[in-house]
Antibody
Framework: QVQLQESGPGLVKPSQTLSLTCTVS??????????WTWIRQAAGKGLEWVGH???????NLNPSLKSRVTISVDTSKKWFSLKLTSVTAADTAVYFC??????????WGQGTLVTVSS | NFVLTQPHSVSESPGKTVTISCTRS????????VQWYQQRPGSSPTTVIY?????ASGVPDRFSGSFDSSSNSASLTISGLKTDDEADYYC?????????FGGGTKLTVL
């Protein structure tokens, strides 16, 4: 049973870069055709897809965030990461990492709260 | 680009049946699969329905999914409501390679 765990700073200053890592255990990050995904959820709000990296290394990003987002994967270390630049208070949210094979997200991390504040 | 619109909230009594809709703003609802997720407070979402009407592993048959081309919408129906079903429910589909979530529906079982 694959498990995902987010990690990273819980507090980021405005205009700085948010960096999160999702560590994958119980399964290989580079086997199978999976979309390794970041999803966020502001307090009291719905789910927002941030983007994903496919097992081939190609990425798709939310058009509304595309200019600020980078998603990368390190298969040897079994993690993938999210970088979001020039953050503002609007980027304050719980960030989830998740795995999708075909159509649904079958594994999720527990989520990590990132607050943007000076 | 399209939007998936869900009712903000629904409520029903235990033992009753409730249906949550998910309407696609443009393009056909049948062009890309719809999934449904349940999210309880403080928890990560879990899949309830995938590919319009397939129950995820461990999901009771009280949960069912469907779609209606005439209204361009997908629906999640929960019968025999239990207080434990109280949660937020999200529909999800695809816009080419991008993932689209509905705004979520808060189900209250009272």
């Amino acid at each position: 049973q694959v498990q995902l765990q987010e990690s990273g700073p819980g507090l980021v200053k405005p205009s700085q870069t948010l960096s999160l890592t999702c560590t994958v255990s119980g399964g290989s990050i580079n086997s199978g055709d999976y979309y390794w995904t970041w999803i966020r959820q502001a307090a009291g709000k719905g789910l927002e897809w941030v983007g994903h990296i496919y097992s081939s290394g190609s990425t798709n990003l939310n058009p509304s965030l595309k200019s600020r987002v980078t998603i990368s994967v390190d298969t040897s270390k079994k993690w993938f990461s999210l970088k979001l630049t020039s953050v503002t208070a609007a980027d304050t949210a719980v960030y989830f990492c998740a795995r999708r094979r075909w159509f649904d997200f079958d594994s999720w991390g527990q989520g990590t709260l990132v607050t943007v504040s000076s | 680009n399209f939007v998936l619109t869900q009712p903000h909230s629904v409520s029903e009594s235990p033992g009753k049946t409730v249906t949550i809709s998910c309407t696609r703003s443009s393009g056909s609802i049948v062009s890309t699969y719809v999934q449904w997720y349940q999210q309880r407070p403080g928890s990560s979402p879990t899949t309830v329905i995938y590919e319009y009407n397939q129950r995820a592993s461990g999901v009771p048959d009280r949960f069912s999914g469907s779609f209606d081309s005439s209204s361009n919408s997908a629906s999640l129906t929960i019968s025999g409501l239990k207080t434990d079903d109280e949660a937020d429910y999200y529909c999800q589909s695809f816009d080419r390679s991008n993932v689209v979530f509905g705004g979520g529906t808060k189900l209250t079982v009272l």
